[in-house]
């Protein structure tokens, strides 16, 4: 069993920064990459930002320059500095973690609300 608890959400000007964290526990041997996937209302979850245990990241198109992801493998926890934050970034964050076994399914957090709003 993993668990994923987010935190650092809230509301935040245009412009302004947030950072997320995402701290697993449990069995986190089972934990491969991990990520941040996001969800406004009305619309599908998108993806955001993931990175490998070997820190490679990948990002959504949307938040590419502005967002950065990290990871404190020590920790056990993976983090994503949001810049430059416009309303359209609106929405709640979850945070992913892929499983190591194929055939074991991903886990995700409860998530955590970000607003962008003057």
């Known amino acids: 069993q993993v668990q994923l608890l987010e935190s650092g959400g809230g509301l935040v000007q245009p412009g302004g920064s947030l950072r997320l964290s995402c701290a697993a526990s449990?069995?986190?041997?089972?934990?491969?990459?991990m990520g941040w996937y996001r969800q406004a209302p009305g619309k599908e979850r998108e993806f955001v930002a993931s990175?490998?245990?070997?820190?490679?990241?990948n990002y959504g198109d949307s938040v590419k320059g502005r967002f950065t992801i990290s990871r404190d493998n020590a920790k056990n926890t993976v983090y994503v500095q949001m810049n430059s934050l416009k309303p359209e970034d609106t929405a709640v964050y979850y945070c992913?973690?892929?499983?190591?076994?194929?055939?074991?399914?991903?886990?995700w957090g409860q998530g955590t609300q970000v607003t962008v709003s003057s």
């Open positions: 992913k973690a892929w499983a190591t076994k194929p055939r074991q399914p991903d886990y």
């Open positions: 449990g069995s986190i041997f089972s934990i491969n990459a």
């Open positions: 990175i490998s245990r070997a820190t490679i990241a």
